[in-house]
């Protein structure tokens, strides 16, 4: 069975490939978009995601607050921050909210996927 991925970022472009790039994973399937992280919140509510990428620059709410939020209603559900700003001061912030990994969205979307399956498709050492 496919892993559900909630895509949140407010750039509508930056959505539609992502949304792109895990569809044409056959273990992937995007069941959400959001714009913002009130939005990205109801959504998981609602959805229940295997998986949510993140942006971290957002109005309304962004992704570091929403990801506190999120963490709490749904604490074993991995998060990846997708974002512009990827530095080590950025990093060590999303560790400490929970987040599970950090992507640069200078980076090809397939790492994305990688750190994605990476994260839900844990084997038993």
Same mark, same amino acid.
């Given at each position: 069975?496919?892993?559900?991925?909630?895509?949140?970022?407010?750039?509508?472009?930056?959505?539609?490939?992502?949304?792109?790039?895990?569809?044409?994973?056959? &273990?992937?399937? /995007?069941?959400?978009?959001?714009?913002?992280?009130?939005?990205?919140?109801?959504? #998981? %509510? =609602? !959805?229940?995601? &295997?998986?949510? /990428?993140?942006?971290?620059?957002?109005?309304?709410?962004?992704?570091?607050?929403? #990801? %506190? =939020? !999120?963490?709490?209603?749904?604490?074993?559900?991995?998060?990846?921050?997708?974002?512009?700003?990827?530095?080590?001061?950025?990093?060590?912030?999303?560790?400490?909210?929970?987040?599970?990994?950090?992507?640069?969205?200078?980076?090809?979307?397939?790492?994305?996927?990688?750190?994605?399956?990476?994260?839900?498709?844990?084997?038993?050492?």
């Amino acid at each position: 069975m496919a892993k559900t991925v909630l895509i949140v970022d407010d750039n509508r472009y930056i959505r539609q490939a992502l949304c792109e790039q895990f569809k044409r994973e056959s &273990d992937f399937e /995007v069941c959400g978009e959001a714009e913002n992280g009130k939005e990205a919140i109801a959504k #998981a %509510r =609602e !959805l229940h995601p &295997d998986l949510i /990428v993140l942006d971290l620059s957002m109005p309304v709410m962004n992704g570091l607050d929403a #990801a %506190r =939020e !999120l963490k709490q209603l749904m604490p074993t559900v991995p998060i990846i921050m997708f974002t512009s700003y990827c530095d080590s001061s950025t990093e060590h912030v999303i560790r400490q909210v929970g987040i599970s990994d950090l992507v640069s969205k200078s980076q090809p979307a397939a790492i994305l996927v990688g750190k994605a399956r990476g994260l839900l498709y844990r084997t038993a050492a």
